[in-house]
Nanobody, 121 residues
């Protein structure tokens, strides 16, 4: 079994910054893509940013230039640096990872429990 534990959410004023972290632990042989998703009240979950094991990144248009995703493969951890935050960034942010167990041929998707980010004055 694999667990993803997120941290770093909270309340911040517009224009402020937050850094989210997500650490994977458990039966891990390798982690392929990792990413951050968010879900605002009344809306569907959407992709915010993803990063491959090789470091290739992809961002939603709404966060390009403001958010940066990175990962530490040695620590099985992915980060999301969020700058110039806007009220519309308010949502529950979820970590996702495609994890391959030692006995498996392919990976399985895992999700964190979510962390609340609120941008408000």
């Amino acid at each position: 079994q694999v667990q993803l534990v997120e941290s770093g959410g909270g309340l911040v004023q517009p224009g402020g910054s937050l850094r989210l972290s997500c650490a994977a632990s458990g039966s891990i042989s390798s982690i392929n893509a990792m990413g951050w998703y968010r879900q605002a009240p009344g809306k569907e979950r959407e992709s915010v940013a993803t990063i491959t094991s090789g470091g290739h990144t992809n961002y939603a248009d709404s966060v390009k230039g403001r958010f940066t995703i990175s990962r530490d493969n040695a620590k099985n951890t992915v980060y999301l640096q969020m700058n110039s935050l806007k009220p519309e960034d308010t949502a529950v942010y979820y970590c996702n990872a495609d994890v391959r167990a030692p006995w498996a041929i392919s990976g399985v998707d895992y999700w964190g429990q979510g962390t609340q980010v609120t941008v408000s004055s």
